[in-house]
């Protein structure tokens, strides 16, 4: 068994004396190597195990004085190499890239139903990544990604919110008003019916509301990720969350922190991130940029995915607003589509000049009414034009059936 030098501290090792090569070889009769150094290079198949942060290739087996004095914590590890694609390496390499080729569709993810757009330049939404999502203040961030999230949630993604701006009635009723495409005020009788179709998602909130410690949100997201086998957490947002305190130098720090934070958690959990990130201020006349990120480049560094909604309107397109993908890591494209906000359901989904592209039935009476959806749960909303300001939705309730 080799190992694996897991956690390092900033200090090189090899400068503490007790880690240089002849410091070892005083303690141990065995030799140690650094790489870099005119002591030569390992010999070959001899017994070491090489620590990173220092370059120093150190016998296998140190006694225990040596080895409670490193600055790190090392942990075993049975496979520090993948080579090449060949077959029966420990990292099975070569399997899990087939398995990728082969499942081209499983690899894209879960693909939206409301926004095919955002399946042409995503592909999909996969579990791991970190998305970082901005817009003008105001322009409808936390709108567009409760449809964006609670699309996916339709769909089985067991979703978690953190909304740090907002509380979570407000929110709640955003996302009902998405889910049941349409305004409930005004038929209050059918409430029950939606509340509990809206109850039966795999959806969580967090109980926070303003200022908390990146330690506690990761915490609480390990947690509903081991309880309810969270795939997708969303932060709204980020600035919230970190509350004012910090004076603006220590507060980009502290961002890049909790960034970085958000970043391992995506991976280590399998868990997809989606960060809602305000923008610095610019001219209202410019468009974003992923450099429009407040904050170092952090950010947008450690995202696999950047969404950017832009608060005005495509020259090529309707809508008063547009999604642009300004960085995408996985497969796809970079890209933009436009949005059409509907006031009356709180969506972003199908702009009006879109809805030529359904396919549309004149049924016995002269009704115009879409090709029956998959009856999927959640599928794409059909969009009748015999209703005035609501779309009829396949998560209509079934008014035939009694309400729990
Ligand atoms: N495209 C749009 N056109 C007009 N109004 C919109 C649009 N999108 C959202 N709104 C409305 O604007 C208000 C603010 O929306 P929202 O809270 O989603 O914006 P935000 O960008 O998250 O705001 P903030 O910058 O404060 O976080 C809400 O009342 C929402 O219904």
Request: charged share 20%; proline share 7%; with cysteine.
């Amino acid at each position: 068994m080799c190992w694996m030098v897991l956690k390092t501290n900033q200090t090189s090792a090899s400068h503490q004396s007790h880690l240089s090569p002849a410091c070892i070889h005083v303690h141990t009769w065995k030799n140690a190597y650094q790489l870099g150094c005119r002591a030569p290079p390992p010999p070959p198949g001899a017994f070491l195990r090489f620590i990173p942060s220092s370059g120093l290739w150190v016998p296998s087996q140190l006694p225990p004085p040596i080895l409670s004095s490193l600055p790190v914590v090392p942990a075993p590890c049975d496979d520090l190499f993948d080579k090449s694609l060949a077959t029966g390496q420990p990292g099975k390499l070569r399997e899990e890239v087939l398995g990728e080729l082969s499942n081209v569709e499983q690899a894209a993810g879960v693909r939206w139903s409301r926004f095919p757009d955002l399946n042409r330049l995503l592909k999909g939404h996969r579990k791991g990544e970190l998305t970082v999502f901005t817009g003008p203040t105001g322009s409808g961030k936390t709108t567009f990604i409760s449809e964006y999230a609670l699309d996916l949630c339709t769909q089985g993604v067991n979703t978690l919110w953190g909304s740090f701006e907002i509380s979570n009635v407000r929110l709640a009723r955003v996302m009902l008003t998405q889910f049941a495409v349409g305004r409930l005020e005004e038929q209050l009788d059918k409430y029950d019916e939606w509340a509990d179709r809206f109850e039966d998602l795999p959806l969580y909130f967090m109980t926070f509301h303003g200022q908390q410690s990146i330690r506690t949100v990761i915490d609480t997201m390990q947690h509903a990720v081991y309880v309810y086998d969270i795939c997708h957490v969303v932060i709204d947002n980020l600035q919230f969350m970190m509350g004012h305190e910090q004076l603006s130098t220590d507060r980009i720090a502290a961002q890049d922190y909790i960034v970085g934070a958000f970043r391992k958690f995506a991976t280590d959990s399998s868990c997809h991130v989606t960060l809602v990130i305000h923008p610095r201020k610019e001219d209202d006349d410019k468009e974003l940029q992923t450099a429009s990120i407040f904050g170092s480049a952090k950010a947008s560094q450690e995202a696999d995915n950047v969404l950017i909604l832009q608060d005005r309107k495509l020259v090529t397109g309707p809508g008063k607003r547009y999604l642009q993908v300004s960085k995408n890591r996985f497969d796809g494209d970079v890209g933009v589509f436009p949005l059409e906000f509907n006031k009356s359901s709180l969506t972003f989904s199908i702009p009006p000049k879109s809805k030529a592209r359904l396919k549309k039935i004149k049924d016995d009476n002269g009704l115009v009414a879409k090709k029956p959806s998959s009856g999927k749960k959640g599928a794409m909303p059909q969009i009748s034009e015999t209703c005035s300001n609501q779309a009829r939705n396949p998560n209509q309730p079934d008014l035939s059936k009694p309400s729990r």
